[in-house]
């Protein structure tokens, strides 16, 4: 029996300080161009935590909003609020950014990050309050050091300033003295990565309705490395995120591959659980701090407030076959091979036909396709167009071409088969997987009957091959009962055809 998806989880993280002082689009012009105009103006376009609670995309990420109805807001979206908006969801929640460092701080297991006193004494309540963190997590945040000690630390000692409305409280020490693995813009980056990825497993946990003692393995598919000079990205993320969960009895390792980890992930996962190896799997990820403000050049240049201004992360619980959650069926699994060719038609015809043509379905029989689902009021300024809707029209081409689908119809295809973007530019993050707890709820629910995630990959940007890849999946509803019944009949049969076996034979003794 496959694997089934017993529930999954959303947060974001609002971090307008580390847009400044950490993207790389804003680190890599404070050295190109110190006097930059740009940078100048960056304080000026950031929008407070009130504004991207209100934002309609942001609302959609943790489960506030569904995507159809996000469809139905007049685009664009930057200059509207979302009214009576929550910062926590039904799949998670976006969390401050003065919260987010004591969880930071939390994550550290060796001492590397420091907080002003005054900054703990200020918001380390505000921080224990919040239901997902639980005691263990919260005796975890140290009390403090002095200001002076910190402006030492990144004055004199190469530290990455930790920032709050502008202004140091506090920093991530190097963890070495010469390696460039260690150092603290990598243990910056990694942390935040980290505990983005802990809060998105506590949340997974919560929202799957398990106890955190059932999760038997963790895949970590985020894009960042974890090492030192000897291995530098040999890992583990998963299982570092998943000790600071208290996922007691998990074990775990990272899955890389650009963009495309997620589906990679999830597939292994599915894998792992159908085939007895664990019970339950949790793929998680963490948030990416170089993708922040990537696109806030275009941004301010067209009047828009930097709007890459949080770090994203999910998690995805997958378990034994219960008999009622949706399925990934692994029988149906999409993939860009070494010989498939960088031509948009053969990437799509591996990603989504083959897999098609096996369990001879057309591409209409796919309810809802879930491709890269970055969001086009942050792509759209900076030239990338509408992501998402440019992959529906390449599949609906293919689907004209292949004769399941009239050229008149093409327009209603993008509609009824394809999602309004709405994820964070956070590299692997929009890559298929912010519509797996929709697609869980739409399908329990009878809206559709089954769905494809598609994740996508640029492996050319590690410069070790010109390729790009691909995989996907199909999640659809629970066929436990309709298994169990085939079983039944064919049972039955057998022992009919035993019995008149039978019955023949002794009438041919008789006979004799």
């Known amino acids: 029996m496959n694997s089934v998806i017993k529930g999954a989880s959303y947060v ?6 580390m847009v400044l002082y950490n993207g790389t689009t804003q680190t890599t012009e404070r050295i190109v161009n110190p006097d930059s105009e740009y940078l100048k103006e960056v304080p000026n376009n950031l929008r407070s935590f009130k504004e991207a609670v209100e934002y309609w995309p942001n609302q959609t990420y943790i489960g506030n909003v569904h995507p159809d109805e996000l469809a139905q807001v007049e685009f664009p979206w930057y200059d509207k609020n979302k009214e009576g908006a929550d910062r926590f969801g039904k799949y998670g929640e976006i969390m401050p950014q003065e919260e987010f460092l004591f969880l930071v701080q939390a994550s550290d297991m060796f001492e590397v990050v420091r907080l002003d006193k005054e900054f703990v004494a200020k918001y380390k309540d505000a921080f224990a309050a919040n239901p997902i963190i639980s005691d263990d997590i919260v005796e975890k945040v140290h009390e403090g050091v002095e200001l002076g000690e910190i402006e030492h630390f990144v004055n004199e000692e190469h530290a990455e300033g930790l920032y709050h409305d502008g202004k140091l409280v506090g920093c991530v020490k190097r963890a070495h003295d010469i390696d460039v693995n260690l150092s603290a813009h990598v243990m910056h980056e990694n942390l935040m990565s980290k505990a983005s990825s802990v809060l998105a497993l506590l949340y997974a946990v919560r929202n799957a309705g398990i106890d955190k003692a059932d999760v038997e393995y963790v895949i970590d598919c985020a894009e960042e490395a974890c090492g030192d000079m000897n291995q530098r990205g040999g890992g583990n993320f998963a299982k570092a995120a998943a000790e600071v969960a208290g996922l007691v009895s998990a074990t775990g390792s990272d899955a890389r591959g650009f963009c495309a980890a997620p589906a990679h992930a ?9 085939s007895g190896a664990y019970k339950t799997v949790v793929v998680t990820s963490g948030g990416c701090t170089a993708k922040l403000g990537m696109n806030g050049k275009d941004h301010i240049k067209k009047g828009l407030p930097i709007l890459e201004d949080c770090l994203g992360g999910f998690a995805v619980v997958i378990s034994e076959n219960d008999g009622v959650n949706p399925e990934i069926d692994l029988n149906m699994l999409g993939r860009h091979s070494v010989g498939t060719g960088s031509a948009p038609q053969a990437v799509i015809g591996s990603l989504v036909t083959d897999s098609l043509d096996k369990a001879g379905m057309k591409i209409p029989d796919i309810d809802k396709y879930s491709p890269e689902m970055q969001n086009p009021d942050i792509t759209k300024p900076a030239g990338a167009g509408d992501v998402p809707l440019a992959n529906y029209k390449m599949i609906a081409a293919l689907a ?3 004769g399941e689908l009239d050229k008149k119809e093409l327009a209603a295809f993008t509609k009824e088969h394809g999602l309004t973007g709405w994820a964070p530019t956070q590299g692997h993050i929009p890559s298929g997987v912010p519509y797996i707890g929709f697609a869980r709820e739409d399908i329990l629910d009878g809206k559709i009957r089954n769905a494809m995630i598609i994740g996508k990959g640029s492996l050319f940007l590690g410069r070790m091959t010109n390729l790009f890849d691909g995989v996907s999946f ?15 009949v064919s049972e039955e049969e057998v022992k009919g055809l035993i019995a008149k076996a039978m019955k023949d034979f002794a009438a041919t003794l008789m006979a004799e």
Do not use: F, M, Q, Y
């Open 266 to 274: 999830v597939i292994e996962a599915a894998a792992l659980v159908k």
């Open 400 to 402: 004209v071409k292949r």
């Open 474 to 488: 199909v999640i659809h509803g629970n066929t436990a009962e309709e298994e169990s019944a085939a079983a039944g």
């Open 12 to 17: 974001l993280v609002h971090t307008p300080d």
